[in-house]
Structure formats: structure tokens, C-alpha cells
């Protein structure tokens, strides 16, 4: 199967600092997805960016994208503790469905 | 917003066991999907539906099946259940298949002894 692969597999920073996680992929794709998953919990859509766009904001999320290297990267500003969880890409194809990785672990330290 | 409930939070079944797994979504969501998460693996797709009484597998679909005879409701059926089995299983609806936010249920944490 073809899927995201987030990078790198955990993050402990200090609050107030920014994050980010790096998300790559192997074929064309539609569009691009970001999840985040407190612990135990099903997953919660972030953002999604569609193959013609480079990038995208979201409050203190920032997406990019690179289909010419085929990477995404997830930018969280200021952090906080509540943004402790795992971070999730997941690709779109264009006849296919949405394939996760295996997610960044991300801790934000108070 | 969305809702997509799973019916059980936790579920501790024994080898052996037929069991269901049952999903319903509010939304009048064409698609639904049933993930399955390891540690170490992400999420793996066992099966999706895009429309009632339509099936397709997924990337790991031996050991499952699924029925989806309503709409609002996608069940994940383990014919015999086996201890790697054991997992979390994520239920997911979306309006098209590919290129729109998927919403998921709070999974079902499945335990089989």
C-alpha cells in the first residue's frame, strides 16, 4: 500500500516553542491530510492541502507542501502542553482511498 | 459536526469467538472505513465501503468481513477471533472516498485471550 511516512517518530520540546513534523510520500497524490490523536482516541482532521496548493494555515497550524520532493511539513507555533499527541499524514490518490503512516509522537513539555 | 460512534470502547473476547465490531455514522456519509492501529504501524486499512451493500478490502482484509446494509451503519465481523486480533480498531466515515476529511469514531480498544 502506498502511504505518508512522518518524520521524526517523537518530538519533546519546551512550551512556547514551535513544532515541526515532516511528512513523505512516494507517488502522486490528490491531497494531503494532517490528524492528530490524543491518546486512546480515534483521530481528529487538522488540514487538509490539495495537490495544486503550497502551502496552508490553520490558527497556529502551518502545512506545506512539496510535490516536487514529494514532503509535507506540519508547523505548530507557540505549543502547548494540550498539543501533546501523535501526529498522523495521510495521502489521497486519485483512485485510491486515504492511507495513514505511522504518526509523529509529539510531546510538549510545560 | 460529525458523529461516528462505535459501539464499545472496550471488548475482551475469547479465541475462537465470531465478533462484531459495529459503527454508525450521522452524517449520511457515503463512505466508510474500518482502520485497525498497532503500535509501531500506524493505521492499517482492513476494508471500505463506498456505498450500502458495497464492499471493498483493504490492505490487511484477511480474518474480517464487514456488512453495510444501511447507510449509517458499517460492522466489522472477525469470523474467528485470534489473539492478533488484539488491537485498536478506528471506524471512519467521509463524504468522498479520497479528498475530504475523514471523521472517526473514539475506536474500540478489542482484547482477545
Known amino acids: 500500500s502506498q502511504q505518508g511516512e512522518e518524520d521524526p517518530q517523537a518530538l519533546s520540546i519546551q512550551e512556547g516553542e514551535n513544532a515541526t513534523m515532516n511528512c513523505s510520500y512516494k507517488t502522486s497524490i490528490n491531497n494531503l491530510q494532517w490528524y492528530r490523536q490524543n491518546s486512546g482516541r480515534g483521530l481528529v482532521h487538522l488540514i487538509l492541502i490539495r495537490s495544486n496548493e503550497r502551502e496552508k494555515h490553520s490558527g497556529r497550524l502551518r502545512v506545506t507542501l512539496d510535490t516536487s520532493k514529494k514532503s509535507s511539513s506540519l508547523l505548530i507555533t507557540a505549543s502547548r502542553a494540550a498539543d501533546t499527541a501523535s501526529y498522523f499524514c495521510a495521502t489521497g490518490f486519485i483512485s485510491d482511498d486515504m492511507r495513514f503512516g505511522a504518526g509523529t509522537r509529539l510531546t510538549v513539555k510545560p | 459536526d460529525v458523529k461516528v460512534t462505535q459501539s464499545s470502547r472496550y471488548l475482551v473476547k475469547r479465541t475462537g469467538e465470531k465478533v462484531f465490531l459495529e459503527c454508525v455514522q450521522d452524517?449520511?456519509?457515503?463512505?466508510m472505513f474500518w482502520y485497525r492501529q498497532d503500535p509501531g504501524l500506524g493505521l492499517r486499512l482492513i476494508y471500505f465501503?463506498?456505498?450500502?451493500?458495497?464492499?471493498e478490502k483493504g490492505d490487511i482484509p484477511e480474518g474480517y468481513s464487514v456488512s453495510r446494509e444501511k447507510k449509517e451503519r458499517f460492522s466489522l465481523i472477525l469470523e474467528s477471533a485470534s489473539t492478533n486480533q488484539t488491537s485498536m480498531y478506528l471506524c471512519?466515515?467521509?463524504?468522498?472516498?479520497?479528498?475530504?476529511?475523514?471523521?472517526f469514531g473514539n475506536g474500540t480498544r478489542l482484547t482477545v485471550t
Open positions: 471512519a466515515s467521509s463524504m468522498t472516498p479520497y479528498n475530504s476529511p475523514l471523521h
Open positions: 452524517m449520511d456519509h457515503e463512505n
Open positions: 465501503s463506498y456505498d450500502v451493500k458495497m464492499k
